[in-house]
């Protein structure tokens, strides 16, 4: 994955996926993964919803 590239929305960084992680915040990340329909493209983190990463990419299921 691209770690070098830009988060699209740096003044949401703090509520993305990546972040989270970082932060060991597992049981918000259970809440924001149960019907994943995007992926990051800069970390590969899937969410329910863009807002949720930083370079999200629709996934087709």
Do not use: W, Y
Request: net charge positive; with cysteine; charged share 25%.
């Amino acid at each position: 994955m691209g770690e070098d590239t830009k988060c699209n929305s740096e003044e949401k960084h703090q509520c993305h996926m990546c972040v989270l992680r970082n932060m060991g915040l597992t049981s918000k990340i259970k809440q924001l993964t149960r019907t994943p329909n995007v992926a990051c493209s800069k970390c590969g983190e899937e969410a329910n919803s863009k807002d949720c990463v930083c370079i999200p990419v629709q996934l087709f299921i």
